[in-house]
T-cell receptor
Framework: DVKVTQSSRYLVKRTGEKVFLECVQD?????MFWYRQDPGLGLRLIYF???????EKGDIPEGYSVSREKKERFSLILESASTNQTSMYLC?????????FGPGTRLLVL | DAKTTQPPSMDCAEGRAANLPCNHS???????VYWYRQIHSQGPQYIIH???NNETNEMASLIITEDRKSSTLILPHATLRDTAVYYC??????????FGKGTRLHILP
């Protein structure tokens, strides 16, 4: 089965820590995405990448950066985690016709 | 901002057809209509997409009006497992996917 995997399902970090969320896809997709989902705010796009080393900001990039050194891996980085970054983080990759989402990482920042 | 308008919630009896509407009056010629759904605590799941013709697959049917300003997703025989939030998205191929608030569909036993 083709799939998108995320490094952790649950993560607890302290304020100020540097946090890495990893996403890997095995489908040779060029486009990959990071979203966060919060109650009442829905799914919001943080960053997306349309090729290796290529990235574009989404709607809410503040406080985040990304890295895409290899086609299959797209990393989301919280340079200095804050409590307002407590959220569910979802990664996706897509073909021209459809996106496939990972299971999500639920991050708690204390 | 999302380019689509959907009712916030809908109910449907189990075994009946669920018809979920979506308005996208500002759709551009190169934009497709995509439908995804999200079951509680899971990532969104692709359902179907179309450009201007009606489409059908094993999950659902997509009816797009001739002027392309609206569409309807049809789940022909809804089951309790179809309870989810359904998102209608318009987007060119290969582009970013922006989610709106979607429609929360409740399937009633």
């Amino acid at each position: 089965d083709v799939k998108v995997t995320q490094s952790s399902r649950y993560l607890v970090k302290r304020t100020g820590e540097k946090v890495f969320l990893e996403c890997v896809q095995d489908m040779d997709h060029e486009n990959m995405f990071w979203y966060r989902q919060d109650p009442g705010l829905g799914l919001r796009l943080i960053y997306f990448s349309y090729d290796v080393k290529m990235k574009e900001k989404g709607d809410i990039p503040e406080g985040y950066s990304v890295s895409r050194e290899k086609k299959e891996r797209f990393s989301l980085i919280l340079e200095s985690a804050s409590t307002n970054q407590t959220s569910m983080y979802l990664c996706a990759s897509r073909t021209r016709d459809r996106a496939l989402f990972g299971p999500g990482t639920r991050l708690l920042v204390l | 901002d999302a380019k689509t308008t959907q009712p916030p919630s809908m109910d449907c009896a189990e075994g009946r057809a669920a018809n979920l509407p979506c308005n996208h009056s500002t759709i551009s010629g190169n934009e497709y209509v995509y439908w995804y759904r999200q079951i509680h605590s899971q990532g969104p799941q692709y359902i179907i997409h179309g450009l201007k013709n009606n489409e059908t697959n094993e999950m659902a049917s997509l009816i797009i009006t001739e002027d392309r300003k609206s569409s309807t997703l049809i789940l022909p025989h809804a089951t309790l497992r179809d309870t989810a939030v359904y998102y209608c998205i318009v987007s060119p191929r290969d582009d970013k996917i922006i989610f709106g608030k979607g429609t929360r569909l409740h399937i009633l036993p």
